[in-house]
């Protein structure tokens, strides 16, 4: 099975902070790389799937690359509702684990 | 209006048994790829398993955690997923949210229900 793991666990940034997570997988996934965000008590969203393509109504803020085994969520300018937890998850073949998240706050 | 209504949920003791269901609407589910995502308090994500369409016959797959005891099905004419838990153990308990994928073949989920809430205790 392909695991995930994500960097950093967790994040305090100001307003208009360039925002970088990363994810790796255990083996080459390809483009196979989703990005979720999830606030507390709530759902996760799909930010990003297929390692960079932006999901309809989520902000040009947020941007996503990478390939293989290495990827990258990046918020280019921090807002207020940002804050919360990011979610990687590779879709190359089940199971379709999902990395232990990172917690963003703001400062 | 797209939407993955979960229910079901509730307090089983050990070894008990317990079925979800996933009512969607607002989408084609018949030719849609259902997920289960659960999520202890706390923790992180992990995916359960999914089902894919009758087009490709119903395929299942399922996390070494559940494989076994958990058991995904669906009716196409009641637009319902449905997350049959067996011999549950108390690592088990968290929300249990049923998701939507993108594409049948594809695992990023565009659509989430609010989850419901399993617990397993005696």
């Known amino acids: 099975d392909i695991q995930m793991t994500q960097s950093p666990s967790s994040l305090s940034a100001s307003v208009g902070d360039r925002v970088t997570v990363t994810c790796r997988a255990s083996?080459?996934?390809?483009?196979?790389l989703n990005w979720y965000q999830q606030k507390p008590g709530k759902a996760p969203k799909l930010l990003i799937y297929?390692?960079?393509s932006l999901q309809s109504g989520v902000p040009s803020r947020f941007s996503g690359s990478g390939s293989g085994t290495d990827f990258t969520l990046t918020i280019s300018s921090l807002q207020p509702e940002d804050f919360g937890s990011y979610y990687c998850?590779?879709?190359?073949?089940?199971?379709?684990?999902f990395g232990p998240g990172t917690k963003v706050d703001i400062k | 209006e797209v939407q993955l209504v979960e229910s079901g949920g509730g307090l089983v003791q050990p070894g008990g048994s317990l079925k979800l269901s996933c009512a969607a609407s607002g989408f084609t589910f018949s030719g849609s790829a259902m997920h289960w995502v659960r999520q202890a308090s706390g923790k992180g994500l992990e995916w359960v398993g999914r089902?894919?369409?009758?087009?490709?016959?119903?395929?299942?797959a399922y996390a070494a955690s559940v494989k076994g005891r958990f058991t995904i099905s669906r009716d196409d004419s009641k637009n319902t997923a449905y997350l049959q838990m067996n011999s549950l153990k108390t690592e088990d308990t968290a929300v249990y949210y049923c998701?939507?994928?993108?594409?049948?073949?594809?695992?990023?989920?565009?659509?989430w229900g609010q989850g419901t809430m399993v617990t397993v205790s005696s």
């Open positions: 998850q590779h879709s190359h073949s089940p199971p379709f684990t």
């Open positions: 089902i894919r369409s009758k087009a490709n016959t119903y395929a299942t």
């Open positions: 297929a390692t960079s």
């Open positions: 998701a939507k994928g993108y594409y049948d073949s594809s695992a990023y989920l565009d659509i």
């Open positions: 083996q080459s996934i390809s483009s196979y």
